[in-house]
């Protein structure tokens, strides 16, 4: 079975500090997503970033970059220069090939970061 | 273009009473999801619905049901409500068929039975 862990349950650093998100997964398919998605104290889960299990090449988007790495099973989150406006509880999200995606996510814990000013 | 919108915001129920949720879709996205997130947990997949129909499930017993309407909007049921129920409730649409995509969640619905 799927399996999702995030071991960083908080993480504190001060603002304009890099901070990284650690997320290991489990699966039996060679045909996955994962996923990291934001939740704000509002509630609402806001999308980050999706990568398919054959697509390993990293990326940046602004402060943010993600680093795949298939031989480990992780698929980390890198926060650059943090501002307090990243302050937020951070899931790791996986979704399964053989399910034709009707399976729906796998979440981790999540990791709650905090950004002191 | 609308978000992903619950109603209600908050709920109290009792033990052994039924409930209901409500979901409204982003426009154009035919499926929806739902999960249960309890305090300082991950959500949980509890049942996917695609084009009025029931096409994946958690591991969530029967007297959690759900409904999907032609407009896309959507409902969850839960009847004979446990204290281990109280959690936020996320509905989630995508435009694709699965859990592939991008999903929109809304706001969510803190239940907290009592």
């Known amino acids: 079975a799927q399996k999702v862990t995030q071991a960083q349950t908080e993480i504190s650093v001060v603002e304009k500090e890099d901070v990284t998100l650690d997320c290991v997964y489990e699966t039996r398919d060679t045909t996955y997503y994962l996923f990291w998605y934001k939740q704000p104290p509002s509630g609402e889960l806001v999308f980050l970033i999706r990568r398919n299990s054959f697509d390993e090449q990293n990326e940046i988007s602004g402060r943010y970059s993600w680093n795949f790495q298939k031989s480990t099973s992780s698929f980390n989150f890198t926060i650059t220069a943090s501002q307090v406006v990243d302050s937020a509880v951070y899931f790791c999200?996986?979704?399964?090939?053989?399910?034709?995606?009707?399976?729906?996510?796998?979440f981790g814990k999540g990791t709650h970061l905090i950004i002191q000013p | 273009e609308t978000g992903v919108t619950q109603s209600p915001t908050h709920l109290i129920k009792t033990r052994g009473q039924q409930v209901t949720l409500r979901c409204s879709s982003q426009s154009g996205h035919n499926t929806v999801s739902w999960y249960q997130q309890a305090l300082g947990q991950g959500p949980q997949f509890i049942f996917q619905y695609y084009r009025e129909e029931e096409n994946g499930r958690g591991n969530f017993p029967p007297r959690f049901s759900g409904l999907q309407f032609p407009n896309y909007s959507s409902e969850l049921n839960v009847n004979a409500l446990e204290l281990d129920d109280s959690a936020l409730y996320l509905c989630a649409s995508s435009q694709g068929q699965g859990a592939f995509d991008e999903q929109y969640f809304g706001p969510g619905t803190r239940l907290t039975v009592t």
């Open positions: 999200a996986l979704s399964e090939g053989s399910g034709g995606g009707a399976d729906g996510l796998t």
